[in-house]
């Protein structure tokens, strides 16, 4: 656990970061294929233009998924950013979020001293797509350049190979018949 006074830390406008590992975050592990990954992460607390304590969370990371299409582990790159605004209570907070119709922020009702490491987690697992896939998963990458060589090929000699395909197809048809 990270615990900070939260709204201490807005009001001082203080910064933190640091680098979390993989097998210290049970969820976002949970997700993954393997131990190795990591998560950099910044915050910066202030105030938000409508007066009310705002974090700003970074986080930036590796890990690997298993990819949804071809069933194989691949690399996985996290990076976002996000603010976080805090109200004492909740009510407070869905005032607060009413106020602001802007879905991009995030209004949390924190209490004197707040984990941030629950923070960092959520923020990395929302990063994660529900279906992580590979942009172009290898298999499909192989066959795209076997076919890409066998354009290759018949460009080279368009009509020959059909041709031959083509009179040996009617001969061998014309002898099952008989
Ligand atoms: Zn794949």
Do not use: Y
Not at 96 to 105: G, K, V, Y
């Amino acid at each position: 656990m990270l615990i900070i006074d939260a709204f201490a830390f807005c009001r001082n406008g203080e910064q933190q970061a640091g680098t979390l590992q993989l097998t210290e975050l049970a969820r976002l592990r949970a997700e993954c294929v393997s131990d190795a990954g990591e998560v950099e992460w910044t915050l910066a607390g202030g105030m938000h233009a409508s007066s009310h304590p705002e974090l700003r969370l970074t986080v930036k990371g590796t890990m690997q998924l298993m990819c949804q299409r071809c069933l194989t582990p691949f690399v996985f790159q996290i990076q976002s950013e996000s603010a976080i605004l805090l109200a004492q209570d909740e009510q407070l907070a869905d005032e607060i979020d009413a106020s602001l119709e802007d879905d991009e922020i995030e209004v949390i009702e924190v209490g004197k001293t707040f984990d941030i490491m629950t923070l960092i987690e959520d923020e990395a697992l929302l990063a994660i797509p529900l279906s992580p896939k590979h942009e172009v998963c290898p298999k499909e990458k192989l066959s795209a350049e076997k076919l890409d060589a066998f354009a290759k090929v018949k460009k080279e000699s368009p009509f020959a190979a059909l041709k031959d395909q083509i009179m040996f197809g009617k001969t061998s048809a014309g002898k099952t018949k008989n």
